[in-house]
């Protein structure tokens, strides 16, 4: 674990114990808990915890992928309210001059941007790895609606968290590996047209 992330020897700790004990309840909970953070400050993927309490519990496989995706969404919503409340400061500091190259031109023209592609991006973050932390506390400081945001947000997560988890459950099945993957394709292509207009 990074040693700048807060706390980064007790979220080491949380890791180990998911992994040594996949199957248990309380590993699951830290698993959720873990998902939350992720989409705040944790710069490490909940992907391979995951993976193992999918590998030690195979027949909850959607379940762990479904709750996991609504922790990391309540994580995202907590990150969207950080931006959201962090745009005063931010103004402030436009308003001032205080850092030479981040002006309120460039700032309203990112927040422009934002305004119009916001859910594609929002959507892209929620399934790949790019940091969704990032995604969802600019998100709430160029004060992107909180209704799209839980959408893609919870969209994206889940076919993220679906497609890990049904690998692992299914790594030996070609075919279901080749269902869910036509599966989320269909889903991201749709998504992408109906987001698009």
């Keep these: 674990m990074k040693k700048w992330v807060p706390f980064a020897s007790k979220l080491g700790e949380l890791s180990d114990f998911i992994q040594q004990k996949a199957?248990?309840?309380?590993?699951?909970?830290?698993?959720y808990f873990y998902a939350a953070l992720e989409s705040i400050i944790i710069p490490i993927p909940t992907d391979p915890l995951l993976a193992t309490c999918v590998y030690a519990a195979p027949k909850r496989w959607w379940q762990?992928?479904?709750?996991?995706?609504?922790?990391?969404?309540?994580?995202?919503?907590?990150?969207?309210?950080?931006g959201?409340?962090?745009?005063?400061?931010?103004?402030?500091?436009?308003?001032?001059?205080?850092?030479?190259?981040?002006?309120?031109?460039?700032f309203a023209t990112v927040s422009a941007e934002f305004?119009?592609?916001?859910l594609l991006i929002v959507l892209l973050g929620a399934f790949t790895p790019l940091p969704f932390k990032l995604v969802t506390v600019t998100a709430g400081l160029f004060q992107f609606s909180i209704f799209p945001f839980l959408i893609a947000s919870m969209f994206g997560r889940v076919v993220r968290f679906l497609l890990v988890a049904?690998?692992?459950?299914?790594?030996r099945d070609p075919k279901i590996l080749v269902l869910i993957s036509c599966l989320i394709g269909i889903a991201l292509t749709l998504s992408y047209i109906i987001m698009g207009r």
């Excluded at 049904?166 to 790594?171: A, F, K, N, T």
């Design 23 to 31: 199957d248990s309840q309380k590993a699951r909970w830290g698993l």
């Design 64 to 82: 762990l992928a479904i709750w996991t995706a609504i922790y990391s969404v309540i994580g995202g919503l907590v990150g969207w309210s950080i």
């Design 84 to 106: 959201w409340f962090m745009g005063d400061f931010v103004s402030f500091i436009l308003t001032n001059d205080t850092i030479p190259f981040l002006t309120a031109e460039k």
């Design 115 to 118: 305004t119009q592609h916001g």
């Design 166 to 171: 049904g690998l692992i459950r299914y790594h």
